[in-house]
């Protein structure tokens, strides 16, 4: 199952008042304030790569309203909250608060900090059977708890990176075994887990790519380097200059250009100009559950093959109809370029002139009308939504964080979370990692077949 919190939340107040008197919470906490009737979803974050436990006030408050921004509401400027957790053993309590709390133990004062700040750190020593009261308070902005309890467990232990590394041989062993074409990723990097989660993923549940190749690397920061070095080593990086001196060599340096300045334009390169010529293209917000053996055996008759997309026939043609020749229906008009299997079309100067002259574009009619309206007139195969989930459409049962990962019960092959205005994290690639990648070891997984 999913990672769930060490400690059990028991209680949670209604939202009361407080004064405050130079940016300073200065009444005494409510501790006897009235129930609320449910209680928040602890959310898990990491904060220096350690998996933490967190209540966001803010969330909690805003939901049930519809707001143009889904990030804006909730703040409840200067109120405080009360909530009750229960401790089930000895150890650290490690807790961040935005902004301060007071908590109490069998009605003593163990931590006050009256103060307004962003999240800051605090510890505590805690019993197994503590009951804490914390009153939290709210004078702008963000508002969160954050928590880990530590007992006697290393700080490698508790990381974030532990599942990641437990996994890591047996994905080396797999590769030795490579099942299909080799896998391109074209990625900015920000959550780097939730890169390492969907090629792992890919590799123990979906096929084995007989090469992994990396781009994007000019946008990675220090960490992402350094977790991908860590835990992709069987990984080629392409560097960002190679790549625009072979876009610019293969398809003219017009477009070579555009690839420099926009993100959507490289991408689509990196799938048409860029070794290998043959290919499976997978986004870094994908997790594969199950065996993409459909859509293999679909690449070996047909050059595109790819998971759908709304309909967006008419806006590709309409961006490239003309550049590439093609009026009328576009059978390919729901590509989408989240995860796709390729080859490239022969004349890629053309395609690549063509590519150069269309300047002004939203970029997935960009990105993915290109390659649509240039596999038009070739053998192409769209795989099944009910196998391959777009979640900005289709949904997702249970939600980003409740669904059934480790068995699968609707049978998704893969699932895409692009477009959505959170994404997920790289703490959501920890919470399920496990789940996704123990799949082939759970006996439940059969039975679910079986039904």
């Known amino acids: 199952m999913t990672m769930q919190p060490p ?36 959310k898990l974050v990491l904060i220096d790569d350690v ?20 990030y804006e509401g909730g703040e409840l400027r200067g109120f405080q909250v009360n909530f009750r957790l229960q401790v089930p053993h000895d150890g650290r309590l490690i807790f961040w608060d935005d902004d301060g709390s007071i908590i109490r133990r069998r009605g003593e004062i163990i931590h006050e900090d009256r103060s307004a700040h962003s999240l800051q750190r605090h510890e505590l020593q805690v019993n ?16 969160m708890w954050s928590a880990r309890l530590e007992a006697d467990e290393t700080r490698d232990q508790l990381s974030g990176l532990s599942p990641f590394r437990a996994a890591l041989s047996e994905v080396q062993r797999q590769l030795l075994h490579p099942t299909g074409p080799p896998l391109k990723m074209y990625t900015h990097g920000k959550s780097p887990l939730c890169v390492v989660a969907g090629i792992y993923s890919m590799i ?16 990675w920061s220090k960490r992402t380097r350094s977790l991908f070095a860590e835990l992709l080593p069987f990984a080629e990086v392409f560097r960002f200059h190679d790549a625009v001196t072979q876009i610019g060599r ?31 293209m997978m986004d870094d917000d994908i997790l594969i559950l199950d065996s993409v053996d ?3 055996q679909a690449f070996s008759q047909c050059d595109l093959v790819y998971s759908p997309d709304q309909e967006l026939g008419h806006g590709y043609v309409s961006t490239w109809g003309r550049l590439l020749g093609h009026s009328g229906h576009l059978p390919t008009g729901r590509f989408n370029a989240g995860l796709y299997w390729i080859r490239n079309v022969p004349d890629l100067r053309r395609v690549g002139i063509s590519a150069a002259r269309c300047r002004e574009s939203l970029p997935f009619l960009w990105e993915q009308g290109l390659i649509a309206t240039a596999y038009a007139r070739r053998p192409t195969y769209q795989l099944p ?51 996704v990648l123990q799949r082939r070891r759970n006996p439940r997984r059969e039975a679910f077949a079986a039904d």
């Open 250 to 280: 293969l398809a003219g340096n017009p477009l070579a250009g555009l690839a420099r300045q926009h993100w959507f334009v490289m991408k689509a390169c990196v799938a048409l100009f860029l070794p290998p010529t043959e290919c499976c």
């Open 204 to 219: 123990l549940n979906g096929y084995t790519p007989s090469a992994i190749i990396l781009f994007g690397e000019e946008q």
């Open 385 to 435: 939504s009910q196998r391959y989930l777009f979640v900005l459409f289709d949904g997702l049962p249970g939600g980003l964080y409740g669904y059934d990962y480790a068995n699968n019960p609707c049978g998704f092959a893969a699932i895409h979370y692009g477009g959505l205005a959170e994404k997920p994290s790289d703490a959501f690639a920890v919470q399920v990692l496990s789940d």
């Open 294 to 296: 459909d859509a293999l």
């Open 128 to 143: 197994a059977g503590d009951v804490l009261d914390i009153a939290q308070w709210q004078l702008g902005w963000d508002w």
């Open 51 to 70: 998996p933490c436990w967190s209540l966001d006030w803010r969330d909690h408050f805003r939901s049930g309203t519809k707001r143009w921004n889904p």
């Open 7 to 42: 400690f059990t939340l028991q209680h949670l107040s209604w939202p009361q008042p407080v004064e405050v008197h130079s940016e300073r919470w200065a009444s005494e906490p409510n501790w006897d304030a009235p129930a609320m009737p449910s209680l928040p979803a602890w």
